[in-house]
């Protein structure tokens, strides 16, 4: 088992089928068919970090009006 975050094998085990990486600070979780990234806030929150949820300069999508 690797991180999937950085590719490292310092990484410890926090629960059933989740994992903490100690070089990047992050938890994964491997159930199911993918693996979810979480990184931790400053204050021990969990952020889920993915290719669905991916943090970034949030752009406002212009809406066509009322429906
Ligand atoms: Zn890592």
Redesign the pocket.
């Known amino acids: 088992m690797?991180?999937?975050?950085?590719?490292?094998a310092?990484?410890g085990r926090v629960g059933t089928e989740q994992y903490y990486?100690?070089?990047?600070?992050?938890e994964?979780n491997v159930a199911g068919s993918g693996v979810r990234i979480f990184h931790l806030d400053a204050e021990g929150e969990l952020i889920a970090a993915g290719p669905e949820n991916v943090p970034g300069p949030a752009e406002p999508t212009p809406r066509p009006g009322p429906a």
Not at 2 to 8: K, M
Request: aromatic residues 12%; charged residues 10%; neutral net charge.
């Open positions: 690797r991180c999937p975050n950085c590719g490292s310092s990484i990486c100690w070089d990047c600070c992050v994964f």
